[in-house]
């Protein structure tokens, strides 16, 4: 099967090629430098020299204080790129993958969100991701849409790498402590994602399971790491975010549980990570 990943040098988007390039398949993983989503003559030039089976979008502006600011180029990214891409997968007839968010949720109830729940997106962000769902789902003849949240991996900043390090250099950590929703290891998310993505459509909400706050989370990376440095739980008020983040953006595993698939808890994902990250530190000291 020959597919096409864009989005290739982010978190979710290493890891999805790492594991496709495991099996039988060609790959062809493409950075934000070698194809921008928003130019649809690189999209339909890179298709047609390739005509692939499969495409999987990981490429998005993800920073969401950055979309406020840059809100053209969040809504072409977000929105314009994968309509273009889903565009280009009809006339190869080809499948894609589109990675999405819990962002296009309000956040602003108490129990986890459905795919078939109301979207309701209170930042440019979610209403940008909002946006290309919508449209994928126009126009595209085969798409799988995945949402997800509070993605770490390997090799990139994101919270749980960022809580290790601020840990060897700090005696305390501030965290918010009431903002909820389910911390989802990269790993666990693409093996997921290739174990549907051929025969599933429509929306799938997959994160590890449970919930917990970022101050919840915070502590567990703690426990986990045996670091001494001190979790203190501040609201969202006392952070003082630039754009509104959301209360409670847990996803529910409703049509994943229908299939009989059932996600790994956050909380073991986060030991298992943590482990491994330790194993390559210690292997690229012997290296060194």
Known sequence: ??????????????????????????????????????????????????????????????????????????????????????????????????????????????????ESDRTNPQTIYGKSKLMGEELLLKVCNNVLIVRTSWLYGHDTNNFVRTMMELSNKKASISVVNDQFGSPSYTLDIAQTICAIMEEKTGIYHITNSGECSWYDFAKEIMKLTGKSTVIVPISTGQYQFKTPRPHYSVLAHRKLEEDGIKMRDWQSALSYFISKEYSRHEESTREK
């Open 1 to 114: 099967m020959k597919i096409i990943i864009t989005g290739a040098e982010g978190q979710l988007g290493k890891e999805i090629v790492a594991l496709l390039s495991k099996n039988d398949n060609d790959v062809f993983p493409y950075a934000k430098k070698e194809l921008d989503i928003t130019k649809r003559d690189e999209i339909e030039r890179i298709c047609a020299c390739i005509k692939p089976d499969l495409i999987i979008n990981c490429a998005a502006l993800t920073k969401v204080d950055d979309c406020e600011t840059e809100v053209e180029k969040a809504y072409l990214v977000n929105g314009l790129g994968p309509y273009y891409l889903g565009k280009a997968a009809n006339v190869h007839k080809a499948k894609l993958v589109h990675i999405s968010t819990d962002y296009v949720f309000s956040g602003d109830q108490s129990f986890p969100y459905n």
